[in-house]
């Protein structure tokens, strides 16, 4: 069954998470695992966890906290190589001492949203951040779960604990040797894929849309170069109007910006969409958009029909009162326009880009006054209002659970409760975070885990390992170890797998009369590294759909990274943690 769930989702036959739900069904129906050992996902707190932290993830997106942060780690850096290393090394930095799971829920939105802007696919770098996150996670003994449920073991048996840096010999070493093949071979072999989006042309369907240099924020006293203006993607920027008596065309790279500029752009819709969530510009249509109010809010495209719109301006129309919505762009077959949004006399057949209630369709859909309403996707303007409270139940989340007052699952259960609560979210902004897919997904490959340690596939699978390599020498016994921690914690969850592999290496150093801790370390590092497929580490499943990636993507990264760690981890592993002889 292992064989062919793998085979099935590595040529995507079917999607990840039916191939894994079937596989333990199906296994449950022959009689390998019992019903309590297949579905236990669906009661572990792991799923859980991960569907608060897509809340929180949703929140800290929409308030827009981290875009400074991922904004300047991005900067103008010139080629993905160097993007990778600017962005990698602090989600590793940060991963030492924060749940990797968080770290990766929090930063990949922003990610996406950049790379999108300046016409890079996100592809090129979710992959690398779940794995930069994973590295990240065993520089100390907090990094990850794994680690913890190791230290416990060790206790457990009466030896010594791990203290909270006693592995940062090795696994500093290990982060950066991971994160040099992550950034060298990630640009080669990881995909480019995703939605193609050409950059902006003439004779387009083009939006015209105003945006206000917004006064004192990042974009004041800028060059537009400086400012990220001249080549964003798919949209282009036709003027600038200062002290609304000079205009500015064309604009050159050069030209400083000034607060409270309006800047007039050309470009797509979903270019547009993207624009309204920049740092530094405002809507001018901002006054509208605050007077629609709290609540959940979506894009629509909207066709002017033949009603008492035609001919007549928003203003006159009363757009905003009357639709509940606020028009950002439109756009006309053949024609840029030159007045204000609020002054441009609209035509039968004019696009409207509108923001308005999740109602808006039902509403108006009927109605004479518009040929046609189409949802569009993209995340409502930034509401940086919120973005305050935002940081205070993030930053509160890290603390609580990382000084241990609540546990994790505690924390995860608290951050979505107080992000309804304080109207930061909306029920149904949250119930739309949720990928029902991963859940699903990560729930079920528990079940897969339950029968590979049932059916004694787990240890038979170690136990041939070792007895190949250990009479080839302590060292070959080691490495035997780690191999088969790798291999098992890439079928079924890392903890799991430290916890099978946990007792073979206590025989193991007891058979060959040495020291038991280096054969620890060993399956700490084996069960918490895991880069060959999507269902090795729940960050990898949490970037998989995301990033429109194939099984096989995982393993083309995942098998140099893996060797890259491994050399590192049986060449250190001896030195900080000598194998003597007991």
């Known amino acids: ?85 600017r962005l990698l090394v602090p989600v590793t930095a940060s991963s030492g001492f924060l749940n990797n799971t968080t770290v990766v829920a929090m930063t990949v939105p922003t990610v996406i949203e950049l790379s999108r802007r300046r016409g890079l696919r996100p592809s090129r770098f979710l992959i690398p951040v779940s794995y930069a996150a994973v590295l990240g996670g065993v520089m100390t003994t907090i990094g990850t779960s794994t680690n913890l449920t190791v230290s416990g073991l060790l206790s457990r048996q009466g030896l010594p604990p791990l203290t909270l840096f006693e592995i940062t010999p090795v696994g500093v070493p290990v982060a950066l040797a991971g994160l040099a093949a992550i950034i060298l071979l990630a640009p080669r072999l990881l995909p480019s894929r995703g939605e193609e989006r050409p950059a902006w042309s003439e004779g387009g369907r083009d939006f015209t849309v105003t945006m206000r240099v917004v006064d004192g924020g990042p974009l004041d006293s800028v060059s537009v170069e400086d400012g990220g203006l001249r080549r964003l993607h798919g949209v282009f920027l036709v003027e600038i109007e200062r002290d609304e008596a000079q205009v500015i065309a064309p604009v050159a790279p050069t030209e400083r910006l000034r607060g409270a500029d309006r800047l007039t752009f050309v470009g797509r819709v979903d270019d547009i969409v993207d624009l309204q969530r920049m740092r530094g510009l405002a809507s001018t249509e901002s006054t509208q958009l605050e007077r629609l109010g709290g609540g959940s809010h979506s894009f629509y495209e909207v066709v ?98 990382g000084l241990g007052v609540v546990t994790l699952l505690q924390g995860a259960l608290l951050v979505p409760l107080l992000l309804i609560v304080t109207r930061t979210l909306t029920i149904a902004e949250a119930r739309r975070a949720i990928d029902v897919n991963l859940i699903v997904l990560i729930a079920a490959s528990f079940g897969l885990g339950a029968a590979v340690e049932a059916s004694g596939l787990g240890q038979a699978a170690a136990g041939a390992l070792l007895t190949v390599l250990a009479p080839f020498g302590v060292m070959a016994a080691l490495a035997a170890v780690y191999v088969a921690t790798v291999a098992l914690t890439e079928l079924i969850s890392n903890n799991a797998a430290a916890v099978l592999i946990f007792p073979v290496a206590l025989a193991t150093a007891a058979g060959l009369g040495v020291d038991p801790r280096p054969f620890v370390m060993v399956v700490l590092f084996g069960a918490s590294l895991a880069f060959l497929t999507p269902v090795g580490y729940q960050t990898n499943l949490m970037v998989y759909g995301l990033g429109n990636y194939r099984f096989l993507d995982f393993t083309r990264l995942g098998a140099p990274v893996t060797i890259a760690a491994g050399i590192m981890v049986l060449l250190l592993v001896p030195l900080f943690f000598p194998l003597r002889p007991m």
Do not use: C
Not at 53 to 67: E, F, P
Not at 316 to 321: D, H, K, L, S
């Open 304 to 401: 002017v029909g033949d009603s008492e719109l035609s001919g007549r301006t928003l203003r006159e129309v009363g757009f905003r009162a009357r639709y509940n919505a606020a028009v950002l762009a439109i756009h006309r077959q053949g024609q840029r326009l030159e007045a204000k949004l609020g002054d441009v006399r609209l035509h039968m057949g004019d696009t409207l880009l509108v923001l308005a209630d999740a109602d808006f369709r039902n509403r108006w859909r009927e109605s004479r006054e518009f040929l046609l309403i189409a949802p569009l996707s993209g995340i409502a303007p930034t509401r940086q209002r919120n973005a305050a409270q935002v940081a205070i139940i993030a930053l509160g989340f890290v603390a609580l659970t």
């Open 1 to 85: 069954m292992i064989v062919f769930t793998v085979g099935a989702m590595a040529r995507e036959v079917i999607q990840p998470a039916v191939a894994v739900l079937g596989a333990a069904v199906v296994l449950l129906l022959f009689g390998v695992t019992t019903p309590e050992q297949a579905f236990s996902g669906f009661s572990n707190e792991a799923p859980i966890i991960v569907a608060s932290l897509l809340v929180l993830a949703r929140a800290v997106d929409i308030s827009g906290v981290l875009a400074p942060v991922v904004s300047a780690l991005f900067g103008r850096a010139a080629g993905t190589h160097r993007l990778l290393a």
